[in-house]
């Protein structure tokens, strides 16, 4: 009788959303093949989710970083539906429809209504007449025969362009520090806001493009989490059969060893015959160095700035006056260094107790790192000083939390789609590695868990063609 094939093995370096959705794509490919795969998750920190973390305190739930994840990729649902969660899934309340830009010293509304918006006052009327104007702007791709799009343009210039400077500078600038806390001038429009570009070049105008979206009726995707939190998902994929996860290995050196790979710990080495690197920046680049160093040397241009969060909560009293909403974000140039605060018990059920308001507010970033560094005391003071002037809450909070994020969202400068291509083709024929992680395709939770469930897929599929 012949012996069976030894088993193959997969590992996954970094225990993130990304790095889990990659060993559980791998281990539904290998079991599809009926292939014997070993599936080992390294993590460096001593519980898995990377920064999807939920913690417990004063009986709040405190997410300190992602605080939801947008339900856009179809294989993240695969993946709730595989870890038994889809029951589970958590919509925002009504009231976190409402949100609200801070510029000319207080809040506006940033109302899909046309005729509150145009009250709103975020915009005077001339930046309201260009923005109407928008439909008859030319598109960049019109008579573009090769579907190129020539140079990247930043985000600012590509907003600037299409909707005029002045709803660039106080729309579309505030709004970017929510999604990347990075500044809208030095982000790519192509590859922080892919979906903004393909709109352009499929109807030629944004707004004819929403339009058409209404005319489809298709639903803007939504933003989700779970009743504990969203450390859920990655705690439920690790649990799942077939993936074996270790923590507290920081894994220091990826190297090419036969026709597999060597992961070096501090517990010592590990064979493999496919690797997936799934760390964030900058940890990620010098795992990629031992394989490629022109890759490693193009991901160590991609920035990743500090955030802080800070989560300060205030008893009912004090916040009686705030309509419940999802919060606001604070246009530049008005003396805030907040760049924006989420209500969390308005935004979803089972934050905190019942009359509890808590506030979770973003500093630092590629506009203000130096806020990120902030000691905590200085941090909550600002925060405190902050919340008075921008909403009026002028209670002390009845419980307050820094949390750090010393390399927080990667940026993606304008060139970036460039800076992409040419670190996948260093990395192609490096057969059995895998890049997985925010770096290069989307910052977002979800997107991260579609690139990341890609790479297992592919290094599955490879290792048992
Ligand atoms: C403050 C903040 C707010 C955010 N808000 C949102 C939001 O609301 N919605 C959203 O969609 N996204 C949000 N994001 C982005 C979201 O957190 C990321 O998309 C997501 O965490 C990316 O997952 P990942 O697995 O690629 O990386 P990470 O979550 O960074 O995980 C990487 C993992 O690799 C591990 N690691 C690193 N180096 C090594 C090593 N040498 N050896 C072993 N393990 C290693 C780390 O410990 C970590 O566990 C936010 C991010 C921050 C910082």
Partial sequence: M???????????????PSGLAAAWKASVEANRAGASLEIVVLEADNQVGG??????????????????????????????????LEDEVLAPEPAANRRYIYRGGRLRELSRSPLAFARSGLLGPLG?????????VRSRYHGDTDGGAGEDESLYDFAARRMGRQAARRLISPVVLGIFAGDARKLSAAAAFPRLVAMERAYGSLFKAMRAGRR???????????????????????ALPGIEVRCNQRV?????????FTVTTPAGDLAADAVVVAADLPAAADLVEGVSAAAAEELRQ????????????????????????YGFLVARGEGIRMLGCQYETATFRGRGPDGTFLARSLFGGSVDPEAAELDDD????????????????????????????????????PGHPQRVARIEAALDPIAGFHLAGNALHGVGLSRAIAVGSNCGEQAARLLFR
Wanted: with cysteine.
């Fill in 2 to 16: 012949s012996e069976p094939p030894a088993a193959r093995r997969l590992v996954v370096v970094g225990g993130g």
């Fill in 51 to 84: 920064k999807a973390r939920t913690e417990h305190a004063a009986d709040l739930l405190i997410e300190t970083g992602p605080q939801g994840f947008l339900d856009d990729q179809p294989v993240l649902r695969e993946m709730i539906d595989a870890c038994g």
């Fill in 128 to 136: 309201l007449a260009r923005l109407a104007m928008e439909p008859l």
């Fill in 216 to 238: 489809r009726g298709a639903p803007p995707p939504g933003h989700r989490t779970f009743p504990r939190g969203i450390q859920s998902l990655p705690r439920a994929v690790a």
């Fill in 252 to 260: 220091t050196g990826v190297g090419r060893s036969g026709n597999g």
């Fill in 302 to 325: 991609v920035e990743s700035p500090p955030m802080a969060v800070v989560h300060t909560a205030f008893d009912a009293a004090a916040t009686a006056h705030i309509e419940p909403a």
């Fill in 378 to 413: 200085g941090l909550i003071d600002l925060t405190r000083r902050e919340l008075r002037r921008t909403v009026g809450i002028g209670a002390e909070p009845t419980y307050a939390s820094v949390a750090r994020w010393p390399h927080a969202i990667p940026q993606y400068a």
